[in-house]
Antibody, heavy 116, light 105 residues
Framework: EGQLVESGGGLVQPGGSLRLSCVAS????????MYWVRQGPGKGLVCVSR???????NYADSVKGRFTTSRDNAKNTLYLQMNSLGAEDTAVYYC??????????WGQGTMVTVSS | QLTQSPSFLSASVGDRVTIACRAS??????LAWYQQKPGKAPELLIS???TLRSGVPSRFSGSASGTEFTLTISSLQPEDFATYYC?????????FGGGTKVEIK
């Protein structure tokens, strides 16, 4: 059974940047599509990005042009570069593995707070 | 778009519970169900509308009829009190329903 561990969250000022990381273990990372999902305080789940195993990304409209997802298969690591952050980006950010039309492995989440 | 109902449900241990999820267009059964407990990441219960994940208790089941999907818990257990989400994986962005919080009556 695989595992995902996120890091990089924290407090950032409006307009600032942050890079999240997600380290995978226990499975062949390079074979899977990977996702970032966020959950605002008391809110539901929102999938903000996807990256296929060939490295091609897709983004939700709410983050397009501000967020960049990438992966380093040699390091078994997924990244989310977040720029021009606003209060609406405050959330717990989860990485997740895509498998058989589902997200079967999730990380524990990392909290991002955008506030002055 | 996924419309999940109800958004809140109060039930007792042993009750049969049904949660609905309606898609605004055909999604070819590419629908998953997740359980989330406070402060924890979601956990997969069911994929492709009705395939129970290995290790998930058999009291959980999923069904589909066109664009209407249902998660059923046949006999609610204390550990099942949580929030449940449906998710469509037919097209990106992969959207989630608004969630159903199941609380103790």
């Amino acid at each position: 059974e695989g595992q995902l561990v996120e890091s990089g969250g924290g407090l950032v000022q409006p307009g600032g940047s942050l890079r999240l990381s997600c380290v995978a273990s226990g499975f062949t990372f390079s074979s899977y599509w990977m996702y970032w999902v966020r959950q605002g305080p008391g809110k539901g789940l929102v999938c903000v990005s996807r990256i296929k195993n060939d490295g091609s990304p897709n983004y939700a409209d709410s983050v397009k042009g501000r967020f960049t997802t990438s992966r380093d298969n040699a390091k078994n690591t997924l990244y989310l570069q977040m720029n021009s952050l606003g209060a609406e980006d405050t959330a717990v950010y989860y990485c997740a593995r895509g498998e058989s039309w589902s997200f079967d492995i999730w990380g524990q989440g990392t909290m991002v707070t955008v506030s002055s | 778009q996924l419309t999940q109902s109800p958004s809140f449900l109060s039930a007792s241990v042993g009750d049969r519970v049904t949660i609905a999820c309606r898609a605004s267009q055909a999604i070819n059964s590419y629908l998953a169900w997740y359980q989330q407990k406070p402060g924890k990441a979601p956990e997969l219960l069911i994929s492709i509308a009705s395939t129970l994940r290995s290790g998930v208790p058999s009291r959980f089941s999923g069904s589909a009829s066109g664009t209407e999907f249902t998660l059923t818990i046949s006999s609610l257990q204390p550990e099942d009190f949580a929030t449940y989400y449906c998710q469509q994986l037919y097209s990106f962005p992969l959207t989630f329903g608004g969630g159903t919080k199941v609380e103790i009556k």
